[in-house]
């Protein structure tokens, strides 16, 4: 009998989210055979099941009350009698999923890309140039299969950080449980200001709930330039969102009717808030325990991995995306990047790095917020000498037209030679503004070049050229 010849792969990716279906998807582009390795039965990772993908979805049913609720500023009467149902928020919400899940099962059939149900872990170096990954399927009881690959590539992603002594349950929340919640809670308390901690603020007060946001640093939204910290602070402030930072968390204590959640303020003031419920949103844990590296040459930076700029760690052959990589921003865009540049690299094909400060950060509160690049005070710091212009929505005709005044864009350019540095908006649509600045930055474009870049109106888009226009004092429209 002729014995089976076992299959080797070019390529095994370890972990089903956007890091790791994106470069498998672009490697099986690049011709190579190609297995992707997930410990659940569904491909798409937090970005799908429990970040991105649902909570842009309330976002947008969050914004569509919101105008229905101003209906008659918009000319539209008669709908006082108007309910928010709840459930079906969460069916559309949990719809979006499962068709965007299926989308993903549909992709790998078409890249004939071996999907393997099942917990991977590396189980050494390469011998004679082929890793091993094991897998187990189902409990600790499950049976363990092998996959050989060439090259791996880990995508293991990252879970929510709780709070020393705590564990989430349905009054303390973290992203998993606040997305499926089956009531919607009259009040919340939310610990940390980051984008998720902002993201759900802004959502949940959209539906109506009593918010409070409380943060450890000087500042909410702290990786943001100081102006744009300031300017959600102020609009927050305005839609009924208690903003408080420079707090110290003291306790959380769960009562019969939500909890209790202990802190002193700035000034040093004991302070106790009363909630439904407590979101705690203070960052995400890299998933990089029990995945075998301890068997490699792989080294951790406080439990990130370490990779060179091509992500390769230290271990060769055996790459790093996503969430678990040391020095990068936690974000589905710079793991599905990460993928394609790894992809691109292992096929031998043109590939250009990731850097730090060309990654956009974009957070969909309202009003959102987009930046890129470096903010005023780290421009400063870094030696630059620096010019900056602002240009305020409220001199732009579509922001009119949109009923949304609030916000700026402000770019930080050098100087002498006009190099656009920085780009942050807050403001309508900041999330999607931000692409002209990426690209902007990405060609090293001047300040007088994209002064005279053709933007159409009446668009938000002009806010940037008025925004660029301002660095030399020659915005027409403020
Ligand atoms: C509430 C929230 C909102 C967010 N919103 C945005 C946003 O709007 N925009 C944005 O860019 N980013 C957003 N993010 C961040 C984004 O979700 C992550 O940056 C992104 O999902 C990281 O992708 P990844 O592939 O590295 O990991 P993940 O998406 O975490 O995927 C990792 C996958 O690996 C699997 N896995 C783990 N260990 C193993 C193993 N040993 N074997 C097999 N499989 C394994 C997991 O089950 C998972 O499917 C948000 C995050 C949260 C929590």
Redesign the pocket.
Known sequence: MAEATETIYDLAV?????????AAIRAAQYGLKVAL????D???????????????ALLFNAEVWEHVLHGAKLGIDGIGEATLNWANVQRRKNEIIIKHTKGLDFLMRKHKITTVT????LSGPAKDGVHTVE?QTGDTNGTMSFIRAKKIIL??????RMLPGYQADDKIL???E??SLETMPKSLVIIGSG??GS??ASIFRSFGAEITLLEALPRIVPAEDEEISRELARVYKKRGITVLSGIKLEKIEKTDAGVKVSFSTAEGKAEIKEADKVLV?VG?AP?TE??GLEKTRINLDRGFISTDEWMETAEPGVFA?????AGL????????M??MVVAARIAGKYARAVTRNRVPG???TQPQIGSIGLTEAAAKEKGHIIKVGKFPFAGNSKATILGSHDGFVKVVADAKYGEILGVHIIGPQA?ELIAEAVTALDLEATVESMMFTLHAHPTLAESLLDGFAAVEGMAINA
């Open positions: 370890i972990g089903g989210g956007p890091g790791g279906y994106t390795i997930e410990k659940t569904r491909l798409g990772g937090t970005c799908l099941h429990v970040g991105c993908i649902p909570t842009k099942g917990y991977g872990r897998v995508a293991t992603g990252s879970v929510a973290t992203n998993i606040v997305l984008a998720v993201e759900f949103a995400r998933r029990n995945i995306i996503g969430d678990i990589v921003p936690q974000l589905a865009h710079v793991a599905s990460c993928g974009c957070t969909y999330t």
